[in-house]
């Protein structure tokens, strides 16, 4: 990527990418949640001082974090399912279903606005805040999952607006199973086995909806920039550290963190916006 900028801006920029890549890989194996929670915010503002346009930014970044945490799920998955904590009867269930929302999401992305995609990480990040600050998994619907065709609307719902936030799913995912009597830890397990499927044919569809667009930086995929890949290999390397410490602590005060993080993140963004 170009970045017309001082030494000592490049080391900023190299600095909180670094910072990024290793949070955004313990947050994947700890909570489930990808890491694209850290890794949008942060991206944003990467290539807002890197000079990318406005108008191209927001879809740059939703892209290349779903690059950045695809490899970084699969192994969060991975670890997960060495432990045997993974229900891979849901996912296979919840993961068709996921698959069409993702591909709407990326068609509504193609025609939507920075803007328009800003608003989504207000209107649900907010919500995700709310739901790590309140912290209630003991909190239950039904002690058991949706019949047909609830549980499949919900995933499809997820796949379209995990595509919109360049996220994972397990943001909504977890809490979703937790509700419907699943424990806790085989919630954010099998919520790494819903990341890859979001991931993967998301990376596609953001290249190919970006193949070409006017004012991308150098070495990009369409809306995937392969400079801002250089963080993967760290995202990766941390996913199982998260893993360990999700198997071995109480999660409480990392919520409580991480929504506060969030909640900087929409005011950000709404900042931006208004």
């Not at 993974?86 to 929302?101: N, Q």
């Not at 999401?105 to 739901?131: D, H, N, P, Q, Y």
């Amino acid at each position: 990527m170009h970045l017309a900028m001082t030494g000592e801006g490049l080391g900023f920029l190299v600095a909180m990418l670094v910072v990024a890549g290793l949070v955004a890989g313990f947050l994947s194996g700890l909570l489930g949640i990808g890491g694209g929670g850290v890794l949008v915010p942060v991206l944003y503002e990467a290539f807002g001082v890197a000079g990318v346009a406005e108008d191209i930014r927001m879809h740059l970044t939703l892209g290349t974090t779903l690059a950045v945490i695809a490899p970084t799920v699969l192994r969060s998955l991975a670890a997960h399912k060495a432990r045997g904590a993974v229900d891979m009867t849901v996912v296979k269930r919840m993961g068709p279903w996921i698959f069409v929302g993702v591909a709407l999401g990326i068609v509504i992305a193609k025609g939507a606005s920075s803007e328009a995609l800003r608003w989504v990480w207000v209107i649900f990040g907010t919500l995700l805040a709310l739901k790590m600050a309140i912290g209630r998994d003991d909190w239950r619907i039904a002690d058991t999952l949706p019949k047909p065709p609830r549980l499949e609307i919900a995933a499809f719902g997820i796949g379209v607006i995990s595509t919109l936030m360049g996220i994972g799913g397990a943001t909504f995912t977890v809490p979703l199973l937790t509700l419907h009597g699943k424990p806790l830890l085989q919630s954010v397990a099998t919520a790494t086995g819903i990341g890859p499927i979001i991931a993967i044919p998301g990376i596609l569809g953001y290249v190919l909806t970006g193949w070409g667009a006017p004012g991308l930086p150098a070495y990009s995929l369409g809306y995937v920039s392969c400079g801002a890949l250089l963080i993967m290999p760290l995202s990766i390397f941390a996913a199982p550290f998260g893993v360990r410490v999700a198997h071995g602590i109480s999660k409480r005060k990392l919520e409580i963190a991480f929504a506060i993080f969030i909640a900087t993140v929409v005011a950000r963004f709404l900042w931006t916006l208004l």
